[in-house]
C-alpha cells in the first residue's frame, strides 16, 4: 500500500550492527576477570527482532484466516514483504491497520538503536504542533506545546501506536486525494 521501505531498512541494520556482542578493549576500565565467557550477540536485540517478526506473522494470519499465509521468511528483514503480499487482497481499512503496525514497529526499530527524532517528525495528535519529544521512562511521545495538557494539567503524551495510526491514516489521506 504505502510502499515504505524505512522499517525493513531499521530491522536490517538493528540486525546487522546491534546484534553484536560490545567489544571492550585496554583501558576501558578495571573489571573484575569473567568466569563465563559473554553471549556472543545482545540478545536484547535478538528478542525484540523476534518479538516484531511474531506479532506481523499473528497480525497476517488472523486477519484471513480463509487464505492460508504459509510459512514465514526465515530472513526477517523479508517479514514485511511476506505481510503485504499475503494481505494485499483485504479490505483497505485492513491494509491500513496493516500499514500501521509496520510502521509502529518501524519507529519502535529506530528508538531501539537510539534514534529518537523519528518523533519530532510527526504532529502531536492532539493539538497539530510540531515538535513532539521522547520520554524513554514511559515510553511515549510527549507534545511540548504548554497549552496541550491533559485535565490534570499534566503534559499529554501518545504511544508509539497512536502515531503510527495517524501517520499511515495521512499517507493514505494524500494518497486517495491525490487519486
Known amino acids: 500500500m504505502l510502499g515504505d521501505n524505512t522499517t525493513e531498512h531499521r530491522l536490517r541494520l538493528l540486525q546487522a550492527e546491534y546484534t553484536q556482542h560490545e567489544r571492550r578493549g ?63 487482497h483485504l479490505d483497505p481499512e485492513r491494509q491500513q491497520a496493516r500499514e500501521t503496525l509496520i510502521y509502529r514497529q518501524g519507529l519502535e526499530h529506530a528508538i531501539a538503536m537510539g534514534d529518537t527524532t523519528v518523533i519530532r517528525k510527526h504532529p502531536c495528535p492532539g493539538c497539530g504542533c510540531w515538535g513532539l519529544l521522547w520520554r524513554p521512562a514511559v515510553q511515549r511521545a510527549a507534545c511540548i506545546n504548554r497549552y496541550c495538557t491533559d485535565d490534570d494539567g499534566i503534559s499529554r503524551s501518545w504511544p508509539l501506536a497512536t502515531l503510527a495510526h495517524h501517520h499511515t491514516a495521512r499517507q493514505l489521506g494524500l494518497k486517495t486525494s491525490a487519486t
Open 26 to 88: 585496554p583501558g576501558d576500565g578495571r573489571t573484575a576477570t569473567r568466569t563465563t565467557s559473554p553471549a556472543p550477540l545482545n540478545l536484547n536485540v535478538i528478542d525484540r527482532i523476534q518479538a516484531a517478526v511474531h506479532e506481523i506473522e499473528e497480525h497476517t494470519r488472523a486477519a484471513d484466516w480463509t487464505h492460508p499465509a504459509g510459512p514465514v521468511p526465515a530472513d526477517a528483514t523479508r517479514v514485511y514483504e511476506w505481510a503485504r503480499q499475503h494481505t494485499a
